[in-house]
């Protein structure tokens, strides 16, 4: 079955960056793209952007623009998610979650603390 | 960028029936936004209850349904019970881009 699978817990300071992997099984993954979902604490789901794993090709938020960049390595079914220059409030919960019918990885919680 | 509006909290008996919606600024909401409804508990990762409009997963309990409702997309609980408490969320796609509600709170007492 269709399952996908996140790297686990990162700790950061701001200024850094992160980069979260989210390995597919169960399904063809060039067939459908990959989008991330960010949750900070106590709030709400926050689109962050998608990779089309055929192609390469990439739409963010505008809100992530810049600061993001979502790729994915083929032939081991990987997306990865990479964040640079972290805030405070870039703390949370980034899953991986894929288009059509939306199934989700169990999440990533990126800290970023001083 | 559009925006997607819920209501922030609802409350239903247990055995009841209960209906979430999910509105989008830039109009009536059809089946061309695929809309998606979620469940989240407490600690735990979303869960994919409703996509393209009403279609469920085999672990879609029947009592949720989904339909579009007077321009919103809609989530009708049908026979609450008290694991139905729990946050949720609806997705609209606008070419690609998704774009969450702010979630609706659902107490069953």
Not at chain 1, 23 to 40: E, I, N, T
Not at chain 1, 55 to 78: C, E, H, L, M, W
Not at chain 2, 17 to 31: D, F, M, Q, R
Not at chain 2, 46 to 53: N, W
Request: with cysteine; charged share 15%; aromatic share 12%.
């Amino acid at each position: 079955q269709v399952q996908l699978v996140q790297s686990g817990a990162e700790q950061r300071k701001p200024g850094d960056s992160v980069k979260v992997s989210c390995k597919a099984y169960g399904y063809d993954f060039s067939g459908f793209y990959m989008h991330w979902v960010r949750q900070a604490p106590g709030q709400g789901l926050e689109w962050i952007g998608w990779v089309n794993p055929s192609s390469g090709g990439t739409d963010y938020a505008d809100k992530f623009q810049g600061r993001v960049t979502i790729s994915r390595d083929t032939p081991t079914a990987t997306a990865y998610m990479e964040l640079r220059d972290l805030k405070f409030e870039d703390t949370g919960i980034y899953y991986c979650t894929r288009a059509v019918r939306a199934y989700w990885g169990q999440g990533t919680l990126v800290t970023v603390s001083s | 960028q559009a925006v997607v509006t819920q209501e922030p909290s609802l409350t239903v008996s247990p055995g009841g029936t209960v209906t979430l919606t999910c509105a989008s600024s830039t109009g009536t909401v059809t089946s061309d936004h695929f809309p998606y409804w979620f469940q989240q508990k407490p600690g735990q990762a979303p869960r994919t209850l409703i996509y393209d409009t009403n279609d469920k997963h085999s672990w879609t309990p029947v009592r949720f349904s989904g339909s579009l409702l007077r321009g919103k997309a809609a989530l009708t609980l049908s026979g609450a019970q008290p694991e139905d408490e729990a946050d949720y969320y609806c997705l609209l796609s606008y070419r690609g881009a998704w774009v969450f509600g702010g979630g609706t709170k659902l107490t069953v007492l």
